[in-house]
């Protein structure tokens, strides 16, 4: 079986454009901080839905990392709700 190299990302090897898998990658990021800062706080799902002003199956659907329903403004507001202000870097040499 031949090697597969990666082109930097999950997103980037199935062949998504550049735009698309950024997209991708800031969202994973963002659902990731989410779930991380759940555990923190102990906090069921019945609990994080209240806290975070949504239905229980969309913690369900946010735990079972359903990327695809979840926009990066969304996110960036779940974080905030739960005390995690989200920042941002650009990557000027990146772009180059």
Known sequence: MKPHVTKGSVFD????DVAEA??????????????QELEKQKLTQAKAAKLLGVA????SDLKRG??????????????AKL???V????????AA
């Not at 229980?56 to 913690?59: F, I, S, T």
């Not at 920042?87 to 990146?94: A, C, R």
Request: glycine letters at 4%; zero cysteines; hydrophobic letters at 50%.
């Open 22 to 35: 950024s997209n991708l990658k800031i969202r994973a990021a963002l659902m990731h901080a989410i779930k």
């Open 13 to 16: 090897d199935l062949g998504f």
């Open 87 to 94: 920042s941002f870097i650009i990557d000027d040499s990146l």
């Open 83 to 85: 005390g995690k202000p």
């Open 56 to 59: 229980q199956p969309r913690m």
């Open 66 to 79: 359903k990327i695809q329903l979840f926009t990066i403004d969304v996110l960036v507001n779940m974080l």
